[in-house]
């Protein structure tokens, strides 16, 4: 039972490159989140997805994609890397009817 | 709109001191709310939760009383040990708006022996 993972763990961008950051989940969870951690920041939300098939911006949604790719896949994706985009990201699931998140072990990105 | 703010860390504490870890927020409507830790290196764990007014949420030997008067959820402990050391989050999440958390900043807690 693995919980949330995520790959990369770690990873360096040139600005202008772009990657995909995956999020996997065997908890059988509806929703899934991507958030972002800055220093001083706390973490901010990116977008979310509340079920399959469906996804929703959060607080910081430019320069961001998303798919949910099934019930247990929910990628994000930088089409062009910006310094600014440097940050620890997270990702995270909800059961319905449930309140508390499940967080994954974060992607440290780099972007130079 | 909903926020939720922290005192400012780091704090540093000696062993088996008593912690308090200062949390307020505005929401619209009635929150659910949280504290989540996260070791060094690590994702965030849920510490502890409360849904209503007045409930108090307690987990290893952590705690917090949901205040609606004060709109307040202060962590407290006791007495800390060295592997309390971690990085703190207050959070809020409220009914109907997708299940998102709202964080505060958090309060980077470490404990000397």
């Known amino acids: 039972n693995a919980g949330v993972t995520q790959t990369p763990k770690f990873q360096v961008l040139k600005t202008g490159q772009s990657m995909t950051l995956q999020c996997a989940q065997d908890m059988n969870h509806n929703s899934m989140y991507w958030y972002r951690q800055d220093p001083g920041m706390g973490l901010r939300l990116i977008y979310y997805s509340a079920s399959e098939g469906t996804t929703d911006k959060g607080e910081v949604p430019n320069g961001y994609n998303v798919s949910r790719l099934n019930k247990r896949e929910f990628s994000l994706r930088l089409e062009s890397a910006a310094p600014s985009q440097t940050s620890v990201y997270f990702c995270?699931?909800?059961?319905?009817?449930?309140?508390?998140?499940?967080f994954g072990p974060g992607t440290r990105l780099t972007v130079l | 709109g909903n926020s939720v703010t922290q005192m400012e860390g780091p704090v540093t504490l000696s062993e088996e001191a008593f912690l308090t870890i200062n949390c307020t927020y505005t929401?619209?409507?009635?929150?659910?709310l949280f504290w989540y830790v996260q070791y060094p290196g690590e994702g965030l764990q849920l510490l502890l939760k409360a849904t209503k007014a007045d409930d108090k949420g307690s987990n290893k030997g952590f705690e917090a009383t949901y205040r609606k008067e004060t709109t307040s959820f202060h962590l407290e402990k006791g007495s800390v040990q060295v592997s309390d050391s971690a990085v703190y989050f207050c959070a809020l999440s409220v009914y109907n708006q997708g299940g998102k958390l709202i964080f505060g900043q958090g309060t980077e807690l470490s404990v000397k022996p």
């Open positions: 929401a619209t409507g009635y929150p659910s």
């Open positions: 995270a699931t909800r059961t319905s009817g449930r309140d508390e998140q499940f």
